[in-house]
């Protein structure tokens, strides 16, 4: 099993839709989870950290399910410019902390 | 504003070369990364550094080794490149390793390396 999995999609959704994305880890000792976006060849930038009551930024939901071991994005009201890759990332404690990514997950919004 | 930056964007090197890839970041964090980046294969890490002179193995370190001779700059080296090198490289920081807002990675643009 990998360590974190996302579902590579691609999800293609209408303008104004919501959208949900899950990522599931396997390492239950794993300590912090972030949601990174990833645009057409660029690099990698934080969307937001995941935390464990549950965090909200505008139109974006994050939660946290630690007793199943998977975080989910929540995008309300999709927009054009939401087109993008979500990656999932877990970080694990021992010693230096050990960053994974996920594969991610694509988004394209269509009109 | 965090800016890291990679010394090429586009780079197209020879099997057997010796490669260097630059990274430095401006915002005097502890921890800089090495990662290479595949379709299908996601973000790997190659090597990671949380202090000058110190550096960890990460999941794919075979051929590869890297320098942080001063805080701001990590260097990865391919010492002889192969065509199984090729793949987009990314180097990213963090200021440390306790805490959300620390930990968070600030990447650079990215290299695509090419071996012919």
């Known amino acids: 099993r990998k360590e974190v999995e996302q579902d590579p999609g691609p999800f293609n959704v209408p303008e104004g839709a919501t959208v949900a994305f899950n990522c599931t880890y396997s390492?239950?000792?794993?300590?912090?989870f972030f949601w990174y976006r990833q645009d057409c060849r660029k690099e990698p930038k934080l969307l937001m950290s995941?935390?464990?009551s549950g965090n909200e930024d505008g139109r974006f939901t994050a939660q946290l399910n630690r007793a199943s071991q998977y975080i989910s994005l929540l995008i309300r009201d999709s927009k054009l410019s939401d087109s993008a890759t979500y990656l999932c990332?877990?970080?694990?404690?021992?010693?230096?902390?050990?960053?994974?990514f996920g594969t991610g997950t694509k988004l394209q919004v269509i009109p | 504003d965090v800016k890291v930056t990679q010394s090429s964007r586009y780079l197209v090197k020879r099997t057997g070369e010796k490669v260097f890839l630059e990274c430095v970041q401006d915002?005097?964090?502890?921890?800089m990364f090495w990662y290479r980046q595949d379709p299908g294969l996601g973000l790997r890490l190659i090597y990671f550094?949380?202090?000058?002179?110190?550096?960890e193995k990460g999941d794919i370190p075979e051929g590869y080794s890297v320098s942080r001779e001063k805080k701001e700059r990590f260097s990865l080296i391919l010492e002889s490149a192969s065509t199984n090198q090729t793949s987009m490289y990314l180097c990213a920081s963090s200021l440390s390793w306790t805490g959300k807002f620390q930990e968070t990675q600030y990447f650079g643009p990215g290299t695509r390396l090419l071996v012919l």
């Open positions: 995941v935390y464990s």
């Open positions: 550094s949380y202090d000058v002179k110190m550096k």
């Open positions: 990332v877990v970080t694990s404690s021992g010693g230096y902390q050990k960053v994974t």
């Open positions: 915002m005097d964090h502890e921890n």
């Open positions: 390492n239950s000792a794993s300590q912090s």
